[in-house]
C-alpha cells in the first residue's frame, strides 16, 4: 500500500504536474525540467524527488487523457449507429490533440502509461469490430490501423496549427471515407501486428 504524501507534499506535486500542463500544451514535451520546477515555484530537487524520471512526469500529466478516452469510447458503444459511435469517438480524441500540442506529440508516439490503458483497448476494440459487424466499417480494418489515424492527424495539426488549427478535420473526414466498406479495395500490405506495433510505439519520441 502506497503512504499517502504529507500536505505540503502533495501541494508541490500537483504544482509540478499543473505547470508542465501548461507548458506542455502550449510548447510540447520538450520543455527543460528546470523550466518546470521555476514556474511550479519548487527546487528542481523536489520535482526529481517527485518524477525521477521524464516519463514520469508525462504519465503523470496526462493519466486523467486516458480516462477520458474510456469514457469517450464507453459513450460512442452506447450509440445506436456503430459507425456513427466509431466516428464520433475518433473525432472526439483528435480534438484532444488539436487542444494540447503535448498530448499531440504523446498521442504519436506512445499513450500515457496508466492503469486506465488496457481498458480503454478494450474498449477500442469493441468500437471497431461494432462498427465491422454492421457492415460500415470495411473488414480489413483492425485496431492497430488505428494507430495509422492517429499518427497522421497528429502531424496534420503539428504542420497547420499556426495557419489553419481546423484544417485536421478535413484529414480526417478523407480517412474516414477511405475506412467505409463500400470504399474498400485490396490492401497491398498486411495490417501491422500487436507486437510490431507495441515495437513502433516503444522506438518512437
Known amino acids: 500500500m502506497t503512504k499517502p504524501l504529507r500536505k505540503d507534499a502533495q501541494r508541490n506535486r500537483d504544482l509540478l504536474i499543473e505547470a508542465a500542463r501548461g507548458l506542455y500544451a ?3 514535451l520538450d520543455v527543460a525540467l528546470e523550466e518546470i520546477a521555476k514556474t511550479a515555484g519548487v527546487s528542481i530537487g523536489t520535482l526529481y524527488n517527485h518524477f525521477p524520471q521524464r516519463a514520469d512526469l508525462v504519465n503523470a500529466v496526462f493519466a ?3 480516462e477520458t478516452v474510456a469514457k469517450l469510447a464507453e459513450h460512442a458503444l452506447s450509440l445506436d449507429d456503430a459507425w456513427a459511435g466509431l466516428t464520433s469517438f475518433v473525432e472526439r480524441v483528435c480534438e484532444l490533440q488539436a487542444a494540447d500540442r503535448g498530448y499531440n506529440e504523446l498521442a504519436s508516439t506512445r499513450p500515457p502509461q496508466t492503469e486506465d490503458l ?16 454492421s457492415g460500415a466499417l470495411r473488414a480489413d480494418f483492425t485496431l492497430e490501423d488505428m ?3 492517429t499518427w497522421g492527424i497528429a502531424r496534420t495539426v503539428e504542420a497547420t496549427a499556426a495557419v489553419r488549427p481546423e484544417v485536421w478535420r478535413r484529414h480526417l473526414a478523407l ?3 477511405g475506412m467505409r466498406a463500400p470504399a474498400a479495395n485490396p490492401l497491398p ?3 501491422l501486428l500487436p507486437g510490431e506495433l507495441a515495437r ?3 522506438g518512437c519520441g
Open 26 to 28: 502550449v510548447r510540447g
Open 64 to 66: 486523467d487523457r486516458t
Open 118 to 133: 488496457e481498458r480503454g483497448y478494450e474498449l477500442m476494440t469493441r468500437i471497431v469490430e461494432r462498427a465491422k459487424e
Open 147 to 149: 494507430a495509422f489515424v
Open 175 to 177: 480517412l474516414f471515407d
Open 189 to 191: 500490405e498486411p495490417p
Open 200 to 202: 513502433i510505439m516503444g
